[in-house]
């Protein structure tokens, strides 16, 4: 793994940044699960209970998806 250093203001918290920066790098495709939460510090599953707090779905379907699903025909 490669490593980044990242300067932020003192009230922005350290955990919930690198949340943010793993969950984006995972609704991207870029990183896997567990890679995401380790990443973010947490373990996978902790990831997977929390990712949806930033608006990723870990199926894959957007809020769109999920606001039309009386839409579709069967």
Known sequence: MQTIS???PEEVEV???????????????ILSSGQAAELAGVSRRTFI?????FGISVFGETVEDIENIDKIEL
């Open 6 to 8: 990242i300067k932020i």
């Open 49 to 53: 209970e929390q990712v949806g707090k």
């Open 15 to 29: 955990g919930k940044a690198r949340m943010i920066i793993a969950s984006s790098l995972f609704d991207q495709g």
